[in-house]
């Protein structure tokens, strides 16, 4: 007995420790780290983050008003996750390439991350060796690595970004918190419609510009509010081809995809929920969050696609879930991810918002405490 009691202590911090969430960065502040676990938990608790690109800025026939959101307009609450996107920051220009204002943007994700929301940033760079849209795909990587013709010009563009997300702060004059910010650096990397992605770089080359970029935002301009999401397309067939492009699990926090169900066929569907398969078995046995980190089906022609077809292939996997799933931006009457006022899924998508599992910004419990402390912060439907 006595053998048996010891053998239990000696193998305690152990436990601990395997059972410890390993993030990319060990110095991330509390509520990074809180934000992390209660993802992950998410996950495993088969639920689903409902999330919304530009939500507050536009929508569908409106553009800056106080309190707009296309999601508030159909289900009555915000979503639980916001994307914001970054591309032309590199430009210093005040608006990004989908004219949000740069400074109005800092305003809605304090808004955002004030109500329990969490935030995510995602960045279209334009192309380093033409000065083309990130569309332009001409190889680039190699002149932004370090000793490449436009290293320089790549750090002073992370030392924005540094710049940006450094302003991000909560809280009093006595106590300022850092709003958490998971990033999504060169994303759909395994396509090949991006300058970063497959066929215009090596798999060592984009290895490369990962590590650099987290090196860089950790180490050198000390950031530790971020988690980070490495998210590929939807077209691989295998773990080792989706991984094809990662750095390793030291590099990164959040495993995603990013999925459009063009065709809305069940042979599309089939595909992805194999990949949501693949994803999420590969992010549980790395203790990483899986994520699906753009969705949408544009225009939604389907009067029920949110509980006829979204939902169930979200719960396909009958495990672990994504912990969130962020809908692509509202933009007009022709690209549009979600209802906006009158559009024919609008009932349907008040019954997905009123389902067990998805949760939506007034169920978050304080995802900034870290579990089992949380506790509801608006006094919405908390479901945890
Ligand atoms: C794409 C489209 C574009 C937009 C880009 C970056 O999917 O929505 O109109 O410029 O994302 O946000």
Redesign the pocket.
């Known amino acids: 007995m006595l053998v048996r009691i010891l053998q239990i202590i000696l193998l305690l911090p152990a436990l601990s420790s395997s059972a410890q969430d390993k993030m990319v960065d060990p110095a991330a502040t509390a509520q990074t780290r809180a934000l992390y676990a209660n993802m992950l938990r998410v996950s495993s608790q088969q639920q689903i983050l409902f999330g919304h ?2 939500d507050l800025a536009y929508g569908v026939g409106w553009r800056e008003m106080q309190g707009g959101s296309d999601v508030k307009y159909a289900c009555g609450d915000y979503p639980a996750v916001y994307g914001w ?1 970054l ?1 032309n920051l590199e430009k210093d220009a005040t608006h ?3 004219s949000v204002h740069f400074g109005k943007m800092k305003k809605w994700i304090r808004e955002g991350y004030k109500r329990g929301g969490i935030i995510t940033l ?1 960045w ?1 760079m334009s192309n380093y060796h033409t000065g083309g849209s990130a569309w332009d795909t001409t190889a680039a990587i190699r002149d932004i690595l370090p000793g490449g013709a436009h290293h320089e010009r790549y750090k002073a563009d992370l030392d924005r970004f540094a710049n940006f997300v450094s302003s991000l702060k909560t809280g009093s004059l006595f106590q300022r918190d850092y709003i958490p910010v998971i990033f999504r650096p060169f994303h759909e990397h395994t396509g090949s419609w991006f300058w970063w992605g497959k066929g215009h770089t090596t798999p060592e080359e984009f290895k490369s510009l990962w590590k650099f970029t987290v090196a860089y935002l950790r180490d050198e301009k000390h950031l530790h509010h971020l988690i980070y999401a490495f998210s590929t397309s939807y077209n691989y067939h295998s773990e080792e081809e989706m991984l094809e492009f990662y750095p390793g699990d030291e590099w990164a926090d959040v495993l995603g995809i990013d999925f459009y169900a063009y065709d809305n066929k069940q042979e599309t569907w089939d595909h992805y929920v194999k990949c949501q398969e693949i994803l999420i078995e590969s992010a549980q046995k790395r203790r990483k969050i899986p994520a699906l980190t ?1 969705f949408g089906f544009e225009g939604i022609p389907q009067p029920d696609w949110w509980t006829r077809v979204l939902l169930p292939h979200l719960h396909a996997a009958g495990k672990n879930t994504v912990a969130y799933a962020c809908a ?2 509202n ?1 007009n009457t022709k ?1 549009h991810y979600v209802p906006y006022a009158g559009h024919t899924s609008t009932p349907d998508f008040q019954e997905f918002y009123r389902h067990d599992t998805t949760l939506f910004e007034g169920d978050l419990w304080n995802f900034y405490k870290k579990p089992p402390d949380a506790k509801p912060v608006s006094g919405g439907r908390t479901r945890q």
């Open positions: 690109q530009d996107e591309g990004n390439l989908d995602s279209h753009e692509w931006r933009a690209h």
